[in-house]
C-alpha cells in the first residue's frame, strides 16, 4: 500500500505523522472519506468543495490548490493501482506544540490513503439493518460544527459506542431540540405516502454527499423530496427508512427501538434508489486513467 503524505508517496510502514500534530493532539483537522467505482472518483468535486469550506470555517489554510487536491487523490489510487476504493483525505492543522493554538502549526499537513471498507455485512443491505435511538445528542452548530467534517468525532464515536452497547450495528443521533439528525457516519432519510424526507442542513447534520445524490435522484425520478424536521414518532411510523453514506451506500433500516418499519421488510422506494444509486456511480467523476478506459469491475 502507498500512501501519500504530505508531498511524497510513502509505503505504508513509513506513513506515520507526528505526535505533535494538532489533528492528533486535539482532533484539529478536516477529511473526508470518497469511494472510486469502476475507474472513477465519485463526487469528487463535492467532496473537495465539503473539505475545502470545512477548512475555511476553521481558519485552516490548505497548502494545496483544489486541482492539486484532486490530482494527489487521483494519483494515490494510481500508485496502488486502484479502480474501486474506498479513499482518506485528511488534512491536519499540523505539527505545533503543546497549546491548543493553532497559530502555534504553521503548516497543515496532508495524506491520503486508498483501501477498501465494509461497513455493514452483506446480509443487512438484503434484509436491513436493525438501530437505536441513543442518548447521546449531536454536537451542536454553535459548539462543534457537524457541518464541517472535522477530525473531532468523539461526538460520533459516544453514539457508536452505545449501539455497540445495545447489540445493534447503528445509532440514530438526535439534536438538542429532540430532532431526528442523523446516524453517527450516515444520513437519514425516512418514506412517508410517497414522500421522500430527510432532515434539512440545518438540523445540524453532516449534509452528506450520498444524502444530496439520492435526493437528487429521486427528484429525477418525479419522486417528492421534502428536507424537513422529524421527529422519532415519524421513524416509527414510516413506511420506509435507509441509511445514506459514502461508506455505507444506501442501507435499508427495518427496526428501530424495537419498532417494525411497516411490514419489516426494506421498502420498494428504498429498493429503487439503491438501483439507481449504483447506476449513478458508474458514470460520475474524473477518471482515475483517461484514455485507458473505464475498468470493469
Ligand atoms: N453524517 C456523518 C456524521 C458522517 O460522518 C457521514 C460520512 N462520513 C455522513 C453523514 C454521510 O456523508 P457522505 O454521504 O458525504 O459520506
Redesign the pocket.
Known amino acids: 500500500m502507498i500512501i501519500y503524505l504530505n508531498g511524497e508517496f510513502v509505503p505504508r510502514e513509513k506513513a506515520v505523522v507526528s505526535v505533535f500534530d494538532h489533528g492528533l493532539l486535539y482532533g484539529d483537522g478536516v477529511f473526508?472519506?470518497i469511494r472510486a467505482y469502476h475507474g472513477r472518483v465519485f463526487k469528487l468535486g463535492?467532496?473537495l468543495d465539503?473539505i475545502y469550506e470545512g477548512a475555511r470555517a476553521m481558519c485552516l489554510e490548505i497548502p494545496a490548490t483544489k486541482d492539486e487536491m484532486q490530482e494527489i487523490v487521483l494519483e494515490t489510487l494510481r500508485r496502488n493501482k486502484m479502480s474501486d476504493a474506498y479513499i482518506r483525505l485528511v488534512v491536519t492543522r499540523g505539527v505545533g506544540d503543546l497549546g491548543l493554538d493553532p497559530r502555534k502549526c504553521p503548516k497543515a499537513f496532508i495524506f491520503c490513503i486508498a483501501a477498501s471498507i465494509v461497513l455493514y455485512p452483506d446480509e443487512l443491505y438484503k434484509n436491513g439493518l436493525s438501530v437505536i435511538s441513543v442518548s447521546t445528542r449531536r454536537n451542536i452548530p454553535t459548539a462543534c460544527i457537524?457541518r464541517v467534517?472535522s477530525l473531532n468525532?468523539l461526538n460520533?464515536i459516544y453514539a457508536k459506542m452505545e449501539a455497540n452497547l445495545g447489540g445493534v450495528p447503528e445509532a440514530i443521533m438526535l439534536n438538542n431540540e429532540g430532532y431526528v439528525a442523523?446516524?453517527?457516519?450516515?444520513?437519514i432519510f425516512i418514506v412517508k405516502k410517497g414522500v421522500l424526507i430527510t432532515p434539512p442542513s440545518s438540523a445540524g447534520?453532516?449534509?452528506?454527499?450520498?444524502?444530496?445524490?439520492v435526493m437528487e435522484i429521486a427528484r429525477q425520478k418525479g419522486i417528492s423530496v421534502e428536507e424537513k424536521l422529524f421527529t422519532m414518532f415519524d421513524i416509527y411510523t414510516a413506511d420506509e427508512v435507509f441509511l445514506?453514506?459514502?461508506?455505507?451506500e444506501v442501507i435499508p433500516c427495518i427496526n428501530v427501538d424495537g419498532r417494525i418499519i411497516a411490514d419489516g421488510k426494506p421498502g420498494e422506494m428504498t429498493w429503487e434508489l439503491i438501483a439507481a444509486f449504483h447506476e449513478l456511480v458508474k458514470a460520475d467523476g474524473p477518471l482515475i486513467y483517461p484514455g485507458v478506459g473505464v475498468s470493469k469491475k
Open positions: 473526508e472519506g463535492e467532496h465539503r457537524p467534517k468525532y460520533n442523523e446516524a453517527t457516519g450516515d444520513n447534520i453532516l449534509e452528506g454527499i450520498t444524502r444530496n445524490a445514506t453514506g459514502t461508506a455505507a
